[in-house]
């Protein structure tokens, strides 16, 4: 059942990407993360109020940081949905995984533990096989002048592996899910409402508006669902299957708005697909499995 709730999460998050291509060409990415955030907050005050969470917390520059790095994310994943191929901006977002081991082999080298790479081995060239995807990938976006946009979309998930770290550490500080979401949807309206301070702000008296609302709720729902996967579930068959995201997303490009990605770009995607599992495996097992220490 964990299983399902993880899938249905992936759908709900590539429905959003949907809703996002729908509303990218009358709003732009700042003004969708504002009404996405200000949706979320109504959507997650009812629920912190109904499971008596309280929002009051003691770790508010944790939050302050998970919001930075989580709405610059945002932002740069919105932008290349707005104008890559939608399985193409998923995917490269997706890449956090693959961030995440690169950030674990940096560490180790930075320690000077050489003899911990050797035994990473595997892991990184998995995160070399991740990185080789994303140059497949990007192949087809110079041919059709959209490095800049692909490179946005890799910085998403850049930004994405720091956001996803920084949630691990305020869960084991003992913040709640619901209250650690109900933040990032406070500072994903606030940076989205300052940045149309100084960009372009479109009416919401149009029918087009009413794609920001959908928006916030899939958003919601697809982070409820995600939450249930991780904390019920295995979590290595969880962490895999929200891939399942980037299937749906090629999906509806294909269907909705008749992408066209050629071969080497669907490998690309295969390999970073590949390489992201096999990193979430070897991470979870590197963990598990700690380096005797040497006395």
């Known amino acids: 059942m964990q299983a399902a709730w993880m899938i249905a999460a992936s759908l709900f998050f590539a429905l959003m990407s949907v809703c996002i291509k729908f509303a990218s060409p009358y709003f732009g990415p700042l003004e969708i993360v504002c ?12 629920l912190t109020r109904s499971r008596g ?47 995440v081991a690169a950030f674990l082999i940096g560490g180790t080298l930075l320690l000077g533990r050489i003899a911990d790479i050797r035994r990473q081995g595997p892991l990184v060239m998995a995160v070399m096989a991740g990185f080789a995807g994303v140059v497949l990938m990007l192949r087809p976006t110079l041919d059709q002048n959209q490095l800049f946009a692909g490179l946005i979309g890799l910085m998403s998930g850049l930004m994405s592996a720091l956001a996803y770290i920084q949630v691990a550490a305020l869960g084991r500080v003992g913040e709640p899910e619901a209250r650690t979401v109900f933040y990032f949807c406070v500072g994903a309206a606030l940076a989205g409402g300052v940045g149309m301070l100084f960009f372009e702000m479109h009416p919401l008296n149009t029918v087009q508006a009413l794609w920001l609302l959908p928006i916030g709720i899939l958003a919601a729902l697809g982070q409820l669902c995600m939450t249930r996967a991780y904390t019920r579930g295995a979590t290595m ?28 770009g669907w490998l690309g995607m295969a390999i970073i697909i590949g390489s992201g599992m096999t990193a979430t495996f070897l991470r979870a097992r590197a963990l598990s499995n700690p380096p005797a220490e040497s006395h």
Do not use: C
């Open 237 to 264: 068959i969880v962490a895999n299957l929200q891939y399942s995201g980037i299937i749906f997303a090629a999906l509806f490009g294909v269907f909705l708005f008749g992408d066209q990605i050629p071969p080497i």
């Open 53 to 99: 969470v309280s929002l009051t917390t003691r770790v508010p520059m944790m939050h302050v940081w998970r919001n930075l790095v989580g709405v610059a994310a945002l932002v740069a994943w919105f932008y290349a949905i707005a104008h890559l191929p939608l399985a193409t901006a998923m995917t490269l977002n997706y890449m956090s995984g693959v961030w």
């Open 35 to 46: 009404y996405r955030g200000a949706i979320g907050i109504v959507f997650m005050y009812a």
